[in-house]
């Protein structure tokens, strides 16, 4: 069972990304699946998670209007649409999965990619 996520990089403020989260293993068909963030010395934070149905999402007030959560059931993939990126935006975006509902606590989710970069400069 593994979450891969990928589609960081380097984007000046103002500009966007596509982070994408590919399952495989599994099919987490009937997970809730998330975004989290980790800044340098800060804590995991919620971003954004969708329902199992794709039909509900939950996103952070920080990141509210600007983020897009969306899965692809056929492709087992979730997507995290990033715009008006900003450099507090900056972190590490892990992906992640869990069979409770929209949940935004980190230690409710059983799943975890191994994250990717996103750098957002000034």
């Known amino acids: 069972v593994q979450l891969q996520a990928f589609g960081g990089g380097l984007v000046q403020a103002g500009g966007s990304l596509r982070l994408s989260c590919v399952a495989s293993?599994?099919?987490?068909?009937?997970?809730?699946r998330g975004w989290f963030r980790q800044a340098p010395g800060k804590e995991r934070e919620f971003v954004a998670a969708?329902?199992?149905?794709?039909?509900?999402?939950r996103y952070a007030d920080t990141v509210n209007r600007r983020f897009t959560i969306s899965r692809d059931f056929a492709k087992n993939t979730v997507y995290l649409q990033m715009n008006t990126l900003q450099p507090e935006d900056t972190a590490v975006y892990y992906c992640?999965?869990?069979?409770?509902?929209?949940?935004?606590?980190?230690?409710?989710?059983?799943?975890w990619g191994q994250g990717t970069l996103v750098t957002v400069s000034s």
């Open positions: 992640a999965a869990t069979g409770r509902g929209l949940t935004v606590v980190p230690s409710e989710y059983h799943y």
């Open positions: 293993g599994r099919t987490f068909s009937s997970s809730t």
């Open positions: 969708i329902s199992w149905t794709g039909g509900t999402s």
